[in-house]
């Protein structure tokens, strides 16, 4: 039976008209039919049937929480106690997570059904899923394309209705571009908004936990749930999160800016055309609508690639084959067991991301580079402050192109960066951003329009979104 949000199906699961262990079965068997799409690394078959009859009964006896009955996937960089842990990576193909990630813990806590982990790029590092030891995730409309990174099998297990709803993360677009390669919500919150506790680190200062779903309401549901302070984690915000259902279609107009820089060379054409289409008919509803500027934007992909770089190589520093992980077999000394253990367990991305990292943080270059790149991320910074002062939200692309083919651009790791263009700034800024699916192209494939607001504003882009959804 089909349903159109998590909300409706608790209704017809409470009511008898859906039987929740079969909605896991049913599951289960297009996760097999797909899995030439390889978005899972890790399927729990006994362990989501066994879950699904508990809170089923739990749903009856009127005693479940918030997600009773929501099928979810995790990525493959979230803890999950007694499970997987493996980043996509040969260097923890044997690991296996002794706690749960705050988010993880919180959806469980609310009687979610884990059905799998996702595949992801290594480390979460790449923006098409091309990078992963488990192999290429494919993209469900077209399986000659790639998905997005590196959430790709995140948005794809939504995608294909291979799970309700999905944890993806973002550390410079990771859930917003695969949401726009696959046609579905993603939704990235406020640096702090959501714990990053259980999180394995990437970039530390931009690494963020958010949902993908076919709809806003389950979008609202999901960020509910994960949102607040965790004593676990220094960088969680101790702010009001508020109750982001309430706000769902909320007719109010606001003022809208559109950035002219992300709107010049390089951007596809029906892309654009697609986007000022929605501008024009908000217009026409009332809505308020001026262009403005935001002057750092030509320098958001040097700065961000310096300083995740940089970061990705101290975090990743504890792989080293000595405490857990990959161990090499080639070696006579320490020294080597360090060299062979991070040469055999990495994959080429995480290895140029180490080099370029251990680059700009060096004597000589460290001043040059990572201090400038610092101040640079700051003036980005205070170029959205400034602008959000005018505007309520901002629309531009979500993605230069439309989800290109496989193979197309891994032998370009500089045209492969670029395709991050308009999502890294908000990283940058550590303001919040939404995918919207809004059309497809000529060849049938989705285009996706990001809305960007000022830090903690996530209901005005929840309010604005539900503007958009057709279910």
């Known amino acids: 039976m089909q349903y159109s949000n998590l909300s409706e199906k608790i209704g017809l699961i409470k009511s008898g008209r859906i039987s929740l262990i079969e909605n896991v079965e049913t599951f289960l068997q297009t996760i097999q039919s797909r899995k030439n799409l390889n978005a899972y690394n890790f399927v729990f078959e006994e362990e989501a049937i066994q879950r699904a009859k508990e809170i089923e009964s739990k749903i009856k006896s009127g005693q479940s929480g918030k997600l009773a009955g929501a099928v979810v996937a995790i990525k493959d960089v979230l803890a999950y106690k007694d499970h997987p842990l493996t980043c996509s990576s040969k260097i923890l193909s044997n690991f296996i997570s002794i706690y749960s990630a705050t988010s993880v813990q919180k959806i469980i806590d609310e009687d979610a059904i884990i059905i799998g982990k996702t595949n992801c790029d290594e480390f979460a590092m790449g923006s098409s899923n091309e990078n992963s030891f488990f192999g290429n995730v494919l993209n469900p409309v077209d399986d000659s394309r790639v998905p ?117 060379e390089g951007l596809d054409v029906e ?32 700065t961000y690639y310096i300083l995740i ?50 680059y700009v943080l060096s004597s000589g270059y460290y001043d040059a580079y990572y201090r400038k790149a610092q101040k640079v991320r700051r003036l980005i910074k205070e170029d959205f402050d400034k602008v959000f002062q005018q505007v309520d939200l901002l629309i531009t692309p979500t993605t230069p192109t439309t989800a290109f083919k496989i193979g197309e651009k891994s032998d370009n790791p500089l045209e ?45 882009l929840i309010s604005f979104a539900s503007r958009f959804d057709k279910t």
């Open 416 to 460: 492969m960066y670029l395709s991050d263009i308009y999502t890294t700034s908000a990283n940058l800024a550590g303001i919040p951003g939404i995918n919207i699916p809004i059309a497809k192209n000529s060849n049938g494939l989705p285009i996706g329009m990001q809305v960007l607001a000022k830090q903690f504003d996530e209901e005005k």
């Open 148 to 264: 997005g990174g590196s959430s790709g099998g995140s948005a794809v297990a939504v995608a294909a209705n291979l799970c309700d709803v999905s944890l993806g993360t973002d550390t410079g677009g990771s859930i917003r571009q695969p949401a726009a390669f696959c046609g579905i919500f993603g939704l990235k919150p406020t640096y702090g908004r959501v714990s990053r506790y259980g999180l394995t680190a990437f970039a530390s200062s931009f690494d963020t936990i958010g949902p993908f779903a076919k709809n806003v309401h389950d979008l609202a549901l999901v960020l509910n749930v994960i949102s607040g302070k965790d004593e676990k984690d220094s960088t969680s915000v101790n702010q009001n999160v508020p109750d982001l259902i309430s706000v769902l279609n909320n007719q109010k107009k606001y003022k809208i800016g559109i950035p002219k820089e992300y709107f010049a």
């Open 271 to 302: 892309i654009k055309n697609s986007i000022l289409n929605i501008v024009e008919k908000l217009k026409a509803e009332g809505f308020q609508i001026e262009e403005v500027s935001l002057p750092m934007t030509e320098y958001t992909i040097a």
């Open 309 to 358: 770089t940089a970061e990705a190589s101290s975090n990743l520093a504890r792989y080293d084959g000595a405490r857990y992980g990959y161990r090499s077999d080639n070696y006579s000394n320490l020294e080597e067991m360090y060299i062979n253990s991070r040469t055999e367990g990495f994959g080429t991305e995480v290895k140029r991301r180490i080099m370029l990292g251990t």
